[in-house]
């Protein structure tokens, strides 16, 4: 059994380093989702389990500072560096998925993202009107009835487990037509509808990569120097348990998700550097998104119990991902999941 000290060590390495450039490796590699995904035994491994008890005691120790003279002083600090992006979150993701759309337009053949082609001759020029329509806020709720449309379109071509990927598309989708409306659904922001489903969005890339973790090989053998030193497949349990709880905390207590905005957002940067213009165009929508979160001053009062739950949300949030990818795997694809991997299942 390795130490505790053997298992975080490689985790905050690829967390620090430009290494930890996490690319979308369906853009990138040779996928087939309906694959068999690796069992269940091997993802709920001694190593993954050391991972995710750290990750939590991370939330735990963010949780607390929270309601501490530092916590109130750092949201203080946040608050006046992202002045500017607050007052402008709306403009800015107005620019960016017009710069998107643009950009897939020119590109031709592929529906909001990489890797969803298509032969339809109309689609780019939908996806350049719908850029059109951001001009003016009267007519972005056009662009995201757009994406909506496109989103469905995509799911009736590549199936509903394919683009579970990307319910993002249809947060900012709500997002656009709410704002350009002043609309507020429910009493709930829209800011705060597409903080949730980037949080699910980021949550599920997470679990495919504990299921399918020989997609990234090719990307590991051209480029080893991403693990930091650690083995291919800690490196891929870890970089999905930082996905995961980067994620989680998107929904936490608000100085916790500003900082995992943050984080995200320098992952994915970095991710450009390495991967060049197609993860800059693929990601631009949901990096303006983190951008936005990051910026939100909304406060809530934080308190020890806060802390005390986070096991229990994070866990909760581990097992239900993990219920709803293989069992909505299995009812999609029939790969046969054998009975201990049922077992674990009904467990969770």
């Given at each position: 059994m390795r130490t505790l000290a053997s298992i975080v060590a490689p985790p905050l390495l690829i967390l620090a380093g430009t290494g930890a450039a996490s690319a979308h490796v369906k853009w990138f590699c040779a996928y087939d989702v309906a694959g068999q995904p690796r069992g269940l035994q091997q993802v709920l491994c001694p190593d993954f389990e050391l991972l995710t008890a750290f990750a939590v005691v991370c939330l735990m120790l963010g949780c607390l500072a929270e309601g501490t003279p530092l916590g109130t002083?750092?949201?203080?600090?946040?608050?006046?560096?992202?002045?500017?992006?607050?007052?402008?979150?709306?403009?800015?993701?107005?620019?960016?998925?017009?710069?998107?759309l643009v950009s897939v337009w020119g590109v031709g053949g592929i529906i909001l993202t990489p890797e969803l082609k298509t032969d339809a001759a109309w689609i780019p020029w939908l996806q350049l009107a719908m850029a059109a329509c951001l001009i003016s806020r009267r007519t972005m709720p056009l662009t995201g009835?757009?994406?909506?449309?496109?989103?469905?379109f995509a799911t009736a071509q590549y199936g509903l487990f394919h683009?579970?990927?990307y319910p993002v598309f249809l947060g900012v989708a709500v997002y656009l037509i709410c704002q350009g409306l002043g609309l507020k659904p429910f009493d709930i922001r829209p800011l705060d509808i597409v903080r949730w489903t980037a949080a699910v969005t980021l949550m599920w890339a997470s679990v495919e990569k504990w299921a399918y973790p020989q997609w990234t090989d090719p990307l590991l053998a051209a480029k080893p120097q991403m693990t930091m030193g650690a083995t291919p497949e800690l490196f891929m349990q870890a970089a999905g348990v930082i996905e995961f709880t980067l994620a989680f905390a998107l929904i936490w207590t608000p100085l916790v998700r500003r900082v995992a905005a943050l984080?995200?957002?320098?992952?994915?940067?970095?991710?450009?550097?390495e991967f060049g213009k197609v993860d800059a165009i693929g990601h631009s929508g949901i990096i303006v998104v983190l951008l936005g979160i990051a910026a939100d001053d909304a406060r809530?009062?934080?308190?020890?119990?806060?802390?005390?739950?986070?096991?229990?949300?994070?866990?909760?949030?581990?097992?239900?991902?993990?219920?709803?990818?293989?069992?909505?795997?299995?009812?999609?694809f029939d790969t046969g999941l054998q009975f201990p991997e049922l077992v674990k299942l009904a467990v969770i």
């Open positions: 002083a750092l949201m203080n600090a946040l608050d006046r560096v992202t002045s500017r992006l607050r007052t402008d979150t709306e403009l800015l993701v107005r620019c960016t998925l017009g710069f998107f009835l757009g994406i909506v449309f496109l989103f469905s683009l579970a990927d984080i995200l957002t320098g992952i994915f940067v970095s991710a450009i550097v809530t009062t934080v308190r020890a119990r806060d802390a005390a739950w986070a096991p229990a949300y994070y866990g909760g949030a581990l097992a239900a991902f993990l219920a709803l990818y293989y069992l909505g795997h299995e009812a999609l």
